[in-house]
Protein backbone atom coordinates (compact mmCIF):
# COMPACT_ATOMS: atom_id res chain seq x y z
CA UNK A 1 0.00 0.00 0.00
CA UNK A 2 1.30 3.23 -0.65
CA UNK A 3 1.27 5.48 2.08
CA UNK A 4 -0.36 9.23 2.31
CA UNK A 5 2.92 11.48 2.19
CA UNK A 6 3.15 14.22 4.31
CA UNK A 7 4.73 17.23 1.88
CA UNK A 8 7.95 19.17 3.31
CA UNK A 9 6.18 22.05 3.16
CA UNK A 10 2.90 20.93 5.86
CA UNK A 11 5.71 19.16 8.31
CA UNK A 12 7.35 22.14 8.61
CA UNK A 13 4.64 24.27 9.19
CA UNK A 14 3.36 22.12 11.78
CA UNK A 15 6.63 21.47 13.83
CA UNK A 16 6.31 25.02 14.33
CA UNK A 17 8.96 26.79 16.49
CA UNK A 18 10.22 23.38 17.28
CA UNK A 19 14.15 24.38 17.38
CA UNK A 20 13.41 25.79 21.04
CA UNK A 21 17.25 26.80 21.77
CA UNK A 22 18.78 23.79 20.11
CA UNK A 23 19.17 22.82 16.71
CA UNK A 24 19.58 19.09 16.93
CA UNK A 25 18.36 15.14 14.88
CA UNK A 26 17.47 14.63 18.44
CA UNK A 27 15.32 17.80 18.76
CA UNK A 28 13.53 17.21 15.54
CA UNK A 29 13.15 13.62 15.73
CA UNK A 30 10.97 14.37 19.22
CA UNK A 31 8.96 17.56 17.72
CA UNK A 32 7.57 15.11 14.76
CA UNK A 33 7.17 12.65 17.99
CA UNK A 34 5.25 15.02 19.76
CA UNK A 35 3.40 15.95 16.42
CA UNK A 36 2.63 11.62 16.41
CA UNK A 37 1.49 11.94 20.05
CA UNK A 38 -1.43 14.63 19.18
CA UNK A 39 -2.34 13.41 15.92
CA UNK A 40 -1.13 16.14 13.95
CA UNK A 41 0.62 13.42 11.89
CA UNK A 42 -1.25 10.09 11.82
CA UNK A 43 0.08 6.44 11.85
CA UNK A 44 1.00 5.36 8.54
CA UNK A 45 1.93 8.80 6.89
CA UNK A 46 4.76 9.03 5.04
CA UNK A 47 7.55 11.55 5.99
CA UNK A 48 9.06 13.68 3.73
CA UNK A 49 12.36 13.23 1.78
CA UNK A 50 14.87 13.88 3.57
CA UNK A 51 16.65 16.36 0.53
CA UNK A 52 12.89 18.99 0.69
CA UNK A 53 12.55 18.77 4.42
CA UNK A 54 16.24 19.76 4.60
CA UNK A 55 15.41 22.33 2.57
CA UNK A 56 12.52 23.44 4.10
CA UNK A 57 13.73 23.39 8.04
CA UNK A 58 17.27 24.96 6.87
CA UNK A 59 19.25 22.17 8.57
CA UNK A 60 21.82 19.63 6.70
CA UNK A 61 20.45 16.66 5.46
CA UNK A 62 22.55 14.55 7.44
CA UNK A 63 20.71 15.98 10.43
CA UNK A 64 17.24 15.29 9.09
CA UNK A 65 18.96 11.58 8.00
CA UNK A 66 19.80 11.46 11.67
CA UNK A 67 16.26 12.38 12.97
CA UNK A 68 14.48 9.82 10.90
CA UNK A 69 17.05 7.09 11.82
CA UNK A 70 15.76 8.22 15.84
CA UNK A 71 12.72 7.77 14.92
CA UNK A 72 13.01 4.17 13.82
CA UNK A 73 15.17 2.99 16.54
CA UNK A 74 12.54 4.19 18.60
CA UNK A 75 10.26 2.52 17.43
CA UNK A 76 8.07 6.03 15.79
CA UNK A 77 8.33 5.17 12.64
CA UNK A 78 9.76 2.22 10.15
CA UNK A 79 11.17 1.89 6.18
CA UNK A 80 8.59 0.86 3.99
CA UNK A 81 9.64 0.04 0.66
CA UNK A 82 8.65 2.50 -1.78
CA UNK A 83 6.99 5.23 0.73
CA UNK A 84 10.56 5.41 2.64
CA UNK A 85 9.99 6.76 6.36
CA UNK A 86 6.08 5.73 7.60
CA UNK A 87 5.18 6.40 10.83
CA UNK A 88 4.46 3.33 12.75
CA UNK A 89 1.10 2.29 14.52
CA UNK A 90 1.10 2.91 18.17
CA UNK A 91 0.39 -0.44 19.03
CA UNK A 92 3.05 -3.05 19.52
CA UNK A 93 2.77 -5.61 17.47
CA UNK A 94 2.44 -9.29 18.83
CA UNK A 95 4.75 -10.64 20.80
CA UNK A 96 6.16 -7.26 21.52
CA UNK A 97 5.60 -5.66 25.36
CA UNK A 98 5.28 -2.18 25.60
CA UNK A 99 8.63 -0.02 26.73
CA UNK A 100 8.90 0.75 30.15
CA UNK A 101 7.43 4.02 31.27
CA UNK A 102 5.10 4.14 28.43
CA UNK A 103 2.80 5.71 31.01
CA UNK A 104 2.53 9.47 32.15
CA UNK A 105 2.01 9.78 35.80
CA UNK A 106 0.28 13.09 35.48
CA UNK A 107 -2.08 13.97 32.93
CA UNK A 108 -3.10 17.63 31.80
CA UNK A 109 -3.84 16.63 28.10
CA UNK A 110 -7.67 16.20 29.01
CA UNK A 111 -10.25 18.91 30.24
CA UNK A 112 -12.65 16.56 32.00
CA UNK A 113 -13.85 15.77 35.06
CA UNK A 114 -13.25 12.37 36.87
CA UNK A 115 -17.12 10.37 36.51
CA UNK A 116 -19.81 11.71 38.62
CA UNK A 117 -19.78 9.23 41.86
CA UNK A 118 -23.25 8.33 41.65
CA UNK A 119 -22.87 6.05 38.36
CA UNK A 120 -23.41 2.54 39.99
CA UNK A 121 -25.72 3.77 42.07
CA UNK A 122 -27.80 4.77 38.50
CA UNK A 123 -26.70 1.30 37.22
CA UNK A 124 -28.37 -0.36 39.56
CA UNK A 125 -31.36 1.34 39.46
CA UNK A 126 -31.96 1.47 35.68
CA UNK A 127 -31.70 -2.60 35.57
CA UNK A 128 -34.14 -2.37 38.16
CA UNK A 129 -36.82 0.27 37.26
CA UNK A 130 -36.81 -0.41 33.43
CA UNK A 131 -36.59 -4.27 32.37
CA UNK A 132 -38.71 -2.98 29.48
CA UNK A 133 -35.73 -1.01 27.83
CA UNK A 134 -35.15 -5.27 26.43
CA UNK A 135 -38.33 -4.85 24.84
CA UNK A 136 -37.10 -2.35 22.35
CA UNK A 137 -35.33 -2.76 19.13
CA UNK A 138 -33.25 -0.36 20.67
CA UNK A 139 -32.19 0.94 16.60
CA UNK A 140 -33.13 4.49 17.99
CA UNK A 141 -31.46 7.54 15.60
CA UNK A 142 -33.89 10.20 17.50
CA UNK A 143 -33.30 9.41 21.31
CA UNK A 144 -36.00 7.97 23.54
CA UNK A 145 -38.80 9.73 24.36
CA UNK A 146 -38.14 10.33 28.25
CA UNK A 147 -34.60 11.94 27.50
CA UNK A 148 -35.57 14.13 24.76
CA UNK A 149 -38.53 15.43 27.30
CA UNK A 150 -36.04 16.00 29.63
CA UNK A 151 -33.60 17.54 27.36
CA UNK A 152 -36.13 19.75 26.23
CA UNK A 153 -37.38 20.31 29.55
CA UNK A 154 -33.86 22.13 30.70
CA UNK A 155 -33.78 24.03 27.96
CA UNK A 156 -37.03 25.71 28.91
CA UNK A 157 -36.36 25.62 32.40
CA UNK A 158 -32.90 27.73 31.64
CA UNK A 159 -34.76 30.27 29.55
CA UNK A 160 -35.21 28.83 26.17
CA UNK A 161 -39.06 27.33 25.04
CA UNK A 162 -38.04 24.10 23.42
CA UNK A 163 -40.22 21.07 22.54
CA UNK A 164 -38.88 17.09 22.69
CA UNK A 165 -39.19 17.52 18.11
CA UNK A 166 -36.11 19.70 18.40
CA UNK A 167 -33.64 17.87 20.34
CA UNK A 168 -32.12 14.42 18.96
CA UNK A 169 -29.23 12.18 21.36
CA UNK A 170 -26.15 12.05 20.10
CA UNK A 171 -23.35 9.70 20.71
CA UNK A 172 -21.45 12.80 22.32
CA UNK A 173 -21.25 16.18 21.50
CA UNK A 174 -18.19 15.08 19.08
CA UNK A 175 -20.17 13.05 17.37
CA UNK A 176 -23.03 15.45 17.06
CA UNK A 177 -20.59 18.18 15.69
CA UNK A 178 -19.37 15.46 12.84
CA UNK A 179 -23.01 14.81 12.03
CA UNK A 180 -23.86 18.93 11.31
CA UNK A 181 -20.50 19.32 9.70
CA UNK A 182 -20.74 16.73 7.26
CA UNK A 183 -24.61 17.52 6.70
CA UNK A 184 -24.49 21.14 5.89
CA UNK A 185 -21.17 21.75 4.76
CA UNK A 186 -19.99 20.57 1.40
CA UNK A 187 -16.27 21.02 -0.36
CA UNK A 188 -14.56 24.46 -0.75
CA UNK A 189 -17.45 25.86 1.56
CA UNK A 190 -16.18 28.41 4.51
CA UNK A 191 -16.71 27.62 7.83
CA UNK A 192 -15.82 29.74 10.95
CA UNK A 193 -14.34 28.75 14.04
CA UNK A 194 -12.69 30.69 16.66
CA UNK A 195 -9.15 31.04 17.20
CA UNK A 196 -7.61 29.11 19.84
CA UNK A 197 -10.68 26.54 20.01
CA UNK A 198 -11.76 22.94 20.87
CA UNK A 199 -9.19 20.92 18.06
CA UNK A 200 -11.70 17.97 17.36
CA UNK A 201 -14.18 20.56 16.07
CA UNK A 202 -11.87 22.09 13.49
CA UNK A 203 -10.95 18.73 12.14
CA UNK A 204 -14.45 18.06 11.34
CA UNK A 205 -14.80 21.23 9.94
CA UNK A 206 -12.06 20.56 7.69
CA UNK A 207 -13.07 16.95 7.21
CA UNK A 208 -15.77 18.15 5.20
CA UNK A 209 -13.24 19.23 2.87
CA UNK A 210 -14.53 23.62 3.85
CA UNK A 211 -12.41 26.18 4.43
CA UNK A 212 -11.78 26.96 7.53
CA UNK A 213 -11.77 30.58 8.41
CA UNK A 214 -11.11 31.82 12.65
CA UNK A 215 -12.25 34.50 14.98
CA UNK A 216 -9.29 35.53 16.91
CA UNK A 217 -9.87 35.23 20.88
CA UNK A 218 -7.32 36.76 22.83
CA UNK A 219 -6.63 36.08 26.78
CA UNK A 220 -8.94 38.40 27.63
CA UNK A 221 -11.47 37.05 25.12
CA UNK A 222 -13.12 38.15 21.75
CA UNK A 223 -12.21 41.14 20.30
CA UNK A 224 -15.64 42.77 19.22
CA UNK A 225 -14.71 44.26 16.18
CA UNK A 226 -12.86 41.95 14.77
CA UNK A 227 -15.56 39.54 14.93
CA UNK A 228 -18.03 40.95 13.21
CA UNK A 229 -15.05 41.92 10.54
CA UNK A 230 -14.03 38.86 10.58
CA UNK A 231 -17.75 37.59 9.44
CA UNK A 232 -18.44 40.32 7.11
CA UNK A 233 -15.42 39.49 5.51
CA UNK A 234 -15.48 35.47 5.17
CA UNK A 235 -19.34 35.19 4.78
CA UNK A 236 -19.31 31.45 6.57
CA UNK A 237 -21.86 28.90 5.66
CA UNK A 238 -21.17 27.51 8.56
CA UNK A 239 -19.52 28.97 12.25
CA UNK A 240 -18.59 26.86 14.99
CA UNK A 241 -18.84 28.92 18.36
CA UNK A 242 -18.21 27.50 22.21
CA UNK A 243 -19.74 31.03 23.87
CA UNK A 244 -19.57 29.00 27.52
CA UNK A 245 -17.53 28.51 28.36
CA UNK A 246 -14.70 28.56 25.58
CA UNK A 247 -12.01 25.79 25.45
CA UNK A 248 -9.13 26.74 25.88
CA UNK A 249 -9.94 29.89 27.76
CA UNK A 250 -13.07 29.54 29.97
CA UNK A 251 -14.36 32.44 28.96
CA UNK A 252 -18.29 33.72 28.46
CA UNK A 253 -18.69 35.26 25.19
CA UNK A 254 -20.54 39.24 26.31
CA UNK A 255 -23.77 38.94 25.14
CA UNK A 256 -24.03 42.04 22.85
CA UNK A 257 -21.62 40.29 21.05
CA UNK A 258 -23.94 37.39 20.86
CA UNK A 259 -26.76 39.56 19.37
CA UNK A 260 -24.76 40.99 16.83
CA UNK A 261 -23.12 38.12 15.90
CA UNK A 262 -26.12 35.93 15.30
CA UNK A 263 -27.92 38.79 13.57
CA UNK A 264 -24.82 39.02 11.10
CA UNK A 265 -24.47 35.16 10.83
CA UNK A 266 -27.93 34.73 9.92
CA UNK A 267 -28.29 37.65 7.70
CA UNK A 268 -25.98 35.96 5.41
CA UNK A 269 -27.34 32.89 5.53
CA UNK A 270 -25.32 31.07 7.49
CA UNK A 271 -25.69 28.42 10.11
CA UNK A 272 -24.27 28.52 13.86
CA UNK A 273 -23.26 25.62 15.76
CA UNK A 274 -23.02 26.61 19.36
CA UNK A 275 -21.50 24.38 21.59
CA UNK A 276 -22.29 24.30 25.06
CA UNK A 277 -20.57 20.97 26.33
CA UNK A 278 -19.02 22.89 29.31
CA UNK A 279 -22.03 25.55 29.49
CA UNK A 280 -23.41 24.62 33.19
CA UNK A 281 -20.17 24.02 34.27
CA UNK A 282 -19.90 27.31 36.17
CA UNK A 283 -17.02 28.60 38.54
CA UNK A 284 -17.75 30.43 42.22
CA UNK A 285 -21.05 30.03 41.97
CA UNK A 286 -23.78 27.75 40.60
CA UNK A 287 -25.70 29.90 38.13
CA UNK A 288 -28.08 29.49 35.34
CA UNK A 289 -26.37 30.39 31.74
CA UNK A 290 -28.63 31.39 29.05
CA UNK A 291 -28.42 28.89 26.28
CA UNK A 292 -26.87 31.22 23.09
CA UNK A 293 -30.06 30.47 20.95
CA UNK A 294 -31.80 32.65 23.36
CA UNK A 295 -30.07 35.52 22.25
CA UNK A 296 -32.39 35.32 18.87
CA UNK A 297 -34.60 38.16 18.29
CA UNK A 298 -36.68 36.19 15.35
CA UNK A 299 -37.65 32.89 14.81
CA UNK A 300 -35.73 32.70 11.30
CA UNK A 301 -32.05 33.46 13.76
CA UNK A 302 -33.56 30.57 16.22
CA UNK A 303 -33.25 28.37 13.01
CA UNK A 304 -30.08 28.79 12.33
CA UNK A 305 -28.46 28.03 15.61
CA UNK A 306 -27.75 24.42 16.10
CA UNK A 307 -26.63 23.73 19.79
CA UNK A 308 -24.56 20.91 20.88
CA UNK A 309 -24.99 19.73 24.41
CA UNK A 310 -23.47 16.24 26.54
CA UNK A 311 -23.37 14.78 29.31
CA UNK A 312 -19.29 14.05 28.95
CA UNK A 313 -17.95 16.62 31.01
CA UNK A 314 -20.88 17.06 33.71
CA UNK A 315 -21.66 13.28 34.36
CA UNK A 316 -19.18 10.77 32.40
CA UNK A 317 -17.35 10.70 29.42
CA UNK A 318 -17.90 7.00 28.89
CA UNK A 319 -21.43 7.90 28.48
CA UNK A 320 -21.34 8.99 25.37
CA UNK A 321 -24.60 10.72 25.36
CA UNK A 322 -24.67 14.44 23.37
CA UNK A 323 -27.59 15.72 21.83
CA UNK A 324 -28.52 18.61 19.21
CA UNK A 325 -30.77 21.05 19.38
CA UNK A 326 -32.36 22.14 16.33
CA UNK A 327 -35.78 23.18 14.66
CA UNK A 328 -37.66 20.10 13.91
CA UNK A 329 -37.10 20.33 9.73
CA UNK A 330 -33.12 19.84 10.62
CA UNK A 331 -33.67 17.31 13.09
CA UNK A 332 -34.95 15.68 10.83
CA UNK A 333 -32.63 16.16 7.99
CA UNK A 334 -29.96 15.03 10.29
CA UNK A 335 -31.74 11.82 10.88
CA UNK A 336 -31.28 11.04 7.65
CA UNK A 337 -27.70 11.83 7.04
CA UNK A 338 -27.04 10.11 10.61
CA UNK A 339 -27.98 6.79 8.98
CA UNK A 340 -25.10 6.83 6.52
CA UNK A 341 -22.55 6.68 9.91
CA UNK A 342 -24.51 5.21 12.70
CA UNK A 343 -27.75 3.59 13.78
CA UNK A 344 -28.51 5.05 17.13
CA UNK A 345 -27.46 5.64 20.57
CA UNK A 346 -27.82 2.95 22.89
CA UNK A 347 -30.69 2.13 24.69
CA UNK A 348 -28.96 1.73 28.33
CA UNK A 349 -26.35 4.75 27.90
CA UNK A 350 -29.65 6.88 27.29
CA UNK A 351 -32.13 5.28 30.49
CA UNK A 352 -29.00 6.15 32.82
CA UNK A 353 -29.03 9.73 31.04
CA UNK A 354 -31.91 9.92 31.44
CA UNK A 355 -31.46 8.92 35.84
CA UNK A 356 -28.23 11.18 35.56
CA UNK A 357 -30.91 14.36 34.12
CA UNK A 358 -33.46 13.64 37.12
CA UNK A 359 -30.57 14.43 39.63
CA UNK A 360 -28.86 16.96 37.42
CA UNK A 361 -28.76 20.35 39.79
CA UNK A 362 -26.76 17.89 42.60
CA UNK A 363 -24.80 16.95 40.09
CA UNK A 364 -23.85 20.48 38.59
CA UNK A 365 -23.59 21.63 42.55
CA UNK A 366 -21.02 19.09 43.07
CA UNK A 367 -18.87 19.91 39.74
CA UNK A 368 -19.09 23.84 40.69
CA UNK A 369 -17.56 22.95 43.70
CA UNK A 370 -14.66 20.88 43.35
CA UNK A 371 -13.76 22.57 39.67
CA UNK A 372 -13.94 25.92 41.51
CA UNK A 373 -11.34 24.77 44.12
CA UNK A 374 -9.48 23.11 41.68
CA UNK A 375 -9.48 26.02 39.53
CA UNK A 376 -8.57 28.55 42.39
CA UNK A 377 -5.45 25.99 43.34
CA UNK A 378 -3.93 25.82 40.06
CA UNK A 379 -4.54 29.15 39.79
CA UNK A 380 -2.65 30.28 43.44
CA UNK A 381 0.55 27.56 42.02
CA UNK A 382 0.90 28.93 38.92
CA UNK A 383 1.02 32.20 40.51
CA UNK A 384 3.43 30.76 43.15
CA UNK A 385 5.93 29.09 41.11
CA UNK A 386 5.46 30.78 37.42
CA UNK A 387 4.80 34.04 37.82
CA UNK A 388 5.56 35.34 34.67
CA UNK A 389 2.81 33.28 33.09
CA UNK A 390 -0.66 35.23 32.69
CA UNK A 391 -3.66 33.16 33.05
CA UNK A 392 -7.36 33.75 31.44
CA UNK A 393 -9.86 34.46 33.80
CA UNK A 394 -11.81 31.43 33.38
CA UNK A 395 -16.12 31.63 34.26
CA UNK A 396 -15.83 28.22 33.72
CA UNK A 397 -15.08 25.23 31.97
CA UNK A 398 -12.53 22.70 33.21
CA UNK A 399 -9.58 25.04 32.00
CA UNK A 400 -7.55 28.03 31.88
CA UNK A 401 -5.42 29.52 28.60
CA UNK A 402 -1.88 30.24 29.80
CA UNK A 403 0.31 32.97 28.09
CA UNK A 404 4.31 32.13 28.35
CA UNK A 405 5.27 34.97 27.26
CA UNK A 406 7.50 33.40 25.81
CA UNK A 407 7.55 30.99 21.84
CA UNK A 408 8.45 28.08 23.55
CA UNK A 409 5.16 25.75 24.20
CA UNK A 410 5.97 22.82 22.16
CA UNK A 411 9.60 22.40 23.57
CA UNK A 412 7.89 23.08 26.81
CA UNK A 413 5.68 19.79 25.98
CA UNK A 414 8.31 17.79 25.19
CA UNK A 415 10.50 18.78 28.44
CA UNK A 416 6.46 17.67 30.33
CA UNK A 417 6.73 14.29 28.70
CA UNK A 418 10.31 13.17 29.27
CA UNK A 419 9.50 14.22 33.60
CA UNK A 420 6.22 12.44 33.03
CA UNK A 421 3.51 15.55 32.62
CA UNK A 422 1.41 14.92 29.13
CA UNK A 423 0.42 18.12 28.50
CA UNK A 424 -1.12 19.72 25.04
CA UNK A 425 1.19 22.22 23.06
CA UNK A 426 -0.18 25.31 22.27
CA UNK A 427 -0.28 24.94 18.59
CA UNK A 428 -2.85 21.89 19.03
CA UNK A 429 -5.33 25.15 19.82
CA UNK A 430 -5.09 27.11 16.61
CA UNK A 431 -3.73 26.30 13.05
CA UNK A 432 -0.21 25.15 12.34
CA UNK A 433 2.44 27.29 14.09
CA UNK A 434 0.47 29.11 15.94
CA UNK A 435 -0.18 29.34 19.44
CA UNK A 436 3.71 28.61 20.34
CA UNK A 437 3.49 31.22 23.61
CA UNK A 438 0.55 29.70 24.59
CA UNK A 439 -0.24 26.32 26.44
CA UNK A 440 -3.95 25.36 27.71
CA UNK A 441 -3.51 24.32 31.36
CA UNK A 442 -6.94 21.79 32.33
CA UNK A 443 -7.83 22.27 36.56
CA UNK A 444 -10.00 19.50 36.30
CA UNK A 445 -7.55 16.66 37.79
CA UNK A 446 -7.52 15.89 41.43
CA UNK A 447 -5.90 18.66 43.29
CA UNK A 448 -2.75 16.31 44.61
CA UNK A 449 -2.28 15.74 40.82
CA UNK A 450 -2.49 19.45 40.17
CA UNK A 451 0.19 20.34 42.89
CA UNK A 452 2.68 17.72 41.52
CA UNK A 453 1.65 19.12 37.80
CA UNK A 454 3.11 22.41 38.25
CA UNK A 455 5.87 21.73 40.06
CA UNK A 456 6.69 19.95 37.00
CA UNK A 457 5.58 22.81 34.72
CA UNK A 458 7.82 24.53 37.05
CA UNK A 459 10.73 22.03 36.73
CA UNK A 460 10.41 22.08 32.46
CA UNK A 461 10.20 25.92 31.86
CA UNK A 462 13.24 26.24 33.95
CA UNK A 463 15.35 23.46 32.73
CA UNK A 464 18.08 23.91 30.72
CA UNK A 465 16.73 23.25 26.47
CA UNK A 466 17.57 19.65 26.28
CA UNK A 467 17.21 16.51 23.09
CA UNK A 468 14.81 14.01 24.04
CA UNK A 469 12.94 10.93 22.69
CA UNK A 470 9.36 10.69 23.61
CA UNK A 471 7.29 7.92 24.06
CA UNK A 472 4.52 7.78 21.18
CA UNK A 473 0.82 7.56 21.92
CA UNK A 474 -1.81 8.62 19.82
CA UNK A 475 -4.37 10.81 22.45
CA UNK A 476 -7.18 12.66 21.70
CA UNK A 477 -7.26 16.66 22.83
CA UNK A 478 -10.86 16.26 25.18
C1 LIG B 1 -15.79 22.00 23.62
C2 LIG B 1 -15.96 20.52 23.50
N1 LIG B 1 -16.90 20.03 22.67
C3 LIG B 1 -17.08 18.72 22.54
C4 LIG B 1 -16.34 17.81 23.24
C5 LIG B 1 -16.60 16.34 23.04
O1 LIG B 1 -17.55 15.92 23.94
P1 LIG B 1 -18.17 14.45 23.95
O2 LIG B 1 -17.32 13.66 24.89
O3 LIG B 1 -19.55 14.63 24.44
O4 LIG B 1 -18.10 13.91 22.56
C6 LIG B 1 -15.37 18.27 24.12
C7 LIG B 1 -14.56 17.31 24.85
O5 LIG B 1 -13.44 17.56 25.18
C8 LIG B 1 -15.17 19.66 24.25
O6 LIG B 1 -14.24 20.16 25.06
Known sequence: ???????????????????????????????????????????????????????????????????????????????????????????????????????FALDLSAACPEPWSGLQELGAQAFAQHPDTFLTTGYDT?????????????????????SPGQIMVTLGAQ????????????????????SPSYPHAREALAATGALVAELPVGLHGHDAVAVIETVRRTSPRLSYLIPDHHNPTGLSMP??????????????????????????LTLSERRSVLPFAASAAHAHEEDRVLTVGSLGKTVWGGLRIGWIRASPEMIARLEVSRRIGDLGTGSWEQVLAALALERYDEILEYRTRSLTARHRL????????????????AEGGACVWADLGAQRSSALSRECA??????????????PGVFERFVRLPFSASEDDLVASVRVL?????????????QVHEDAVI
Open 418 to 431: RLGLQLTPGPRFGS
Open 142 to 162: LGRSELREAIAARYTARGLAT
Open 378 to 393: LTEQVAALLPDWRLSH
Open 255 to 280: SELRTQLLTELSAQGGYVVVDETTAE
Open 1 to 103: MIAHRVSARRLTQLLGNWRGEGHGYLELASSIELLVRDGAVVPGAALPAERPLAEELGLSRTTVSASYQRLRETGVALTRQGSGTVIRAPRPAAGETPAAGQQ
Open 175 to 194: HAIFLIARTLLSRGDRSLIE
Open 458 to 470: EQAWTAEPREGAL
